[in-house]
């Protein structure tokens, strides 16, 4: 199974990216694949996730509205859409697969993961 981020950058505040997950080594449409960000000295904080069998769409409150994450399942790739990207948003992104379709909050829950994409957003 590999899962390879990438998409990140600097971008100012305001601004808007997005991150593709390519993922391989699995059957793609079957799986939870969820975002999620980490900053030094804290631990992973879930940004979004999708089940890629009914694409399906999930958020944490304090996520919505802000980020959209969608997949590609003949790419066997998953996006996710940052606008309006504000300074607290700088970290680095990664992306994980659960096996299994539904989502979690917790990273444990979480089989493998790609190796993150750095995204910094300057005020």
């Known amino acids: 199974v590999q899962l390879q981020a990438s998409g990140g950058g600097l971008v100012h505040a305001g601004g808007s990216l997005r991150l593709s997950c390519a993922a391989s080594g699995f059957t793609f449409d079957y799986y939870a694949i969820g975002w999620f960000r980490q900053t030094p000295g804290k631990g992973r904080e879930g940004v979004s996730c999708?089940?890629?069998?009914?694409?399906?769409?999930y958020y944490p409150d304090s996520m919505k509205g802000r980020f959209i994450i969608s997949a590609d399942n003949a790419k066997n790739t998953v996006y996710l859409q940052m606008n309006n990207l504000k300074p607290e948003d700088t970290a680095v992104y990664y992306c994980?697969?659960?096996?299994?379709?539904?989502?979690?909050?917790?990273?444990?829950?979480?089989?493998?993961w790609g190796q993150g994409t750095l995204v910094t957003v300057s005020s």
């Open positions: 994980g697969v659960q096996r299994r379709k539904e989502c979690s909050w917790y990273p444990t829950d979480y089989d493998y």
């Open positions: 999708i089940s890629t069998s009914d694409g399906t769409t």
